[in-house]
Each structure stands twice: as C-alpha cells, then as structure tokens.
C-alpha cells in the first residue's frame, strides 16, 4: 500500500529542488540577458531576461536578487521601445525599493525614478515628482563623499552620480520649461526675466 505522506514531502522536495536549481541559473541568465543588451541585441535579451523574472519571482528571494533583474528587463523594454513594458517594470522595481535606499549596487537608488521621470505618460507634474525622487537619491548618496579622501574608485562614482544629478535637474527644467511652462509663468521670478 502506498503512503500518501510522503510521496507529497517526495514531491515538495523535487520542486524545492528543482527551484533551488533554477535559482542557480538565475545569475548566468542575468549575464546573458545583460550582454545581449550591451551588444545592442534588446530582442535576444528579452525572452532570457523575462525567464529570470519569472525565476525570481517564483522563488521566495530577497528583494537585493530581484531588483537588478527588474533593471535589466525595464531597460531591454526601453530599447525594444515597449514604453508601458518599462514603466511598468520599473513600478515593480519601485514597490521593492520605494525610497532608493538599497542603492546601485543592487540596482537600488535612484535609476528607477530616473527612468520613470522620462517614461511617463503624463509627464509635467508626473514627470517632475519622479525626478525629485531621483534627485533626493542621488544627493543622499553623494553626501556621504563630503569632507573624504576619495580612493580613485569613490572619485569615479561620485563622478558619475554628479552626471546622473545634473542630467536630472536639467530634465525636471526641461520639463517646467515645457509642459509646466504655465507653472513658471505665474511666478515672480519668471516674469522679472521676461
């Protein structure tokens, strides 16, 4: 006679098993999907990177293994030009990482409010709210270079962030420059410059 009880434990562990093997090819499809990208080959990327997210998201994972997944495929979807695609990628990526306090080093930080600065349907207001999240982000990682001595690597990434911050102030000026231009107008400064 056959026991039940365990051939459901049997079956847990095959499917355990076969998610923990799966969770081992995550990072070698994350390596795939990301040089495909770089090799400018977005369409060839997508189904990988899509295999990862549906990995990731089956696995009960930290949040720091899901996020850069996100990025990645927010990105391929803005090469493919699948702009609802992004920006709904990088909703999710907000709902994970709603403040930018994770950081870049798990494609935390202030990316994804970047990219839905410039992704959004809406724009102006819209636009404006998501490039000061940005902003806010980038300022907060950028404080904590003040009054150091940089090694060359810290040089180069506070580089970097300060060229991230100027293109998201110019954005959000753009933006009020356009779209929110009637904003502007009504403001005393504008109208002592015109």
């Known amino acids: 006679m056959a026991k039940t009880k365990p051939q459901k434990n049997d079956q847990k562990s095959k499917q355990n098993g076969a998610q923990t093997d799966d969770v081992k090819l995550a990072p070698v499809l994350f390596e795939q999907a990301t040089e495909l990208l770089q090799e400018g080959q977005p369409d060839e990327a997508l189904p990988i990177a899509l ?3 549906k990995i990731l998201g089956d696995a009960n994972l930290d949040v720091t293994l899901k996020l850069p997944a996100l990025d ?25 990482d709603p403040d930018g ?30 490039f000061e999240q940005g902003t806010a982000v980038l300022r907060t990682e950028l404080s904590v270079y003040h009054g150091k001595t940089l090694t060359e690597q810290d040089e180069v990434i506070q580089e970097i962030k300060q060229g991230k911050l100027a293109n998201a102030l110019c954005g959000a000026a753009e933006v009020y420059m356009t779209d929110l231009r009637c904003v502007l107008e009504r403001d005393p400064i504008w109208t002592e410059w015109h």
Not at 73 to 91: K, M, P, Q, S
């Open 72 to 96: 990645l495929l927010g990105e391929i979807y803005v090469e493919l030009g699948a702009a609802d695609d992004a920006r709904n990628t990088f909703l999710e990526a907000v709902k994970l």
């Open 51 to 53: 295999k990862l997210i």
């Open 101 to 130: 306090s994770l950081g870049n080093e798990v494609s935390g930080g202030a990316d994804k409010f970047l990219w839905l600065a410039q992704l959004s349907e809406e724009g102006g207001e819209e636009s404006v709210k998501w």
